[in-house]
């Protein structure tokens, strides 16, 4: 294929119908990406979770550790949870989502 001008035939810019799948593919990848980094469950097991005693079901929270934990303490409540449904994110855990019946040390109440 004949490409226009002293471009090189691969180069992005020779060809605007490459050029516009390249654009499309990196504005795809630019949106797609953060959503799906979301979706990740935050597992009890990270690191920064254990810490922070994350439990994705309330109620199995280590009462004798954590004695100021209540039963309406939950993510869904709390004033670090971003989300509306069952799972959501929490602006501790970036790229993950909890449950909104888990709870954390961090707990705060929404105001
Ligand atoms: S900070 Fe709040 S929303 Fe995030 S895990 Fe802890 S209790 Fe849940």
């Known amino acids: 294929m004949k490409t226009p001008g002293n471009a090189p035939p ?3 810019s020779a060809n605007p ?3 516009f799948l390249a654009t499309v593919a990196a504005l795809g990848a630019a949106f797609a990406l953060p959503a799906a ?5 935050l597992s009890e097991t990270d690191p920064t ?3 922070l005693g994350y439990k994705a079901d309330g109620s199995q929270v280590d009462a004798a550790k954590f ?3 209540s039963a309406q303490q939950q993510c869904a409540n709390c004033n670090f949870y971003q989300g ?3 799972t959501g994110p929490c602006q501790l855990f970036p790229g993950k ?3 909104a019946k888990g709870w954390c ?7």
């Not at 040390?105 to 105001?111: N, P, R």
């Open 97 to 99: 989502s909890v449950s």
């Open 37 to 41: 980094a979301d979706t990740a469950p």
């Open 84 to 86: 509306t449904a069952a």
């Open 10 to 12: 691969d180069f992005p």
């Open 105 to 111: 040390s961090a707990y705060a109440a929404k105001a």
């Open 17 to 19: 119908r490459r050029r």
């Open 67 to 69: 004695p100021k934990h």
């Open 49 to 51: 979770a254990q810490a």
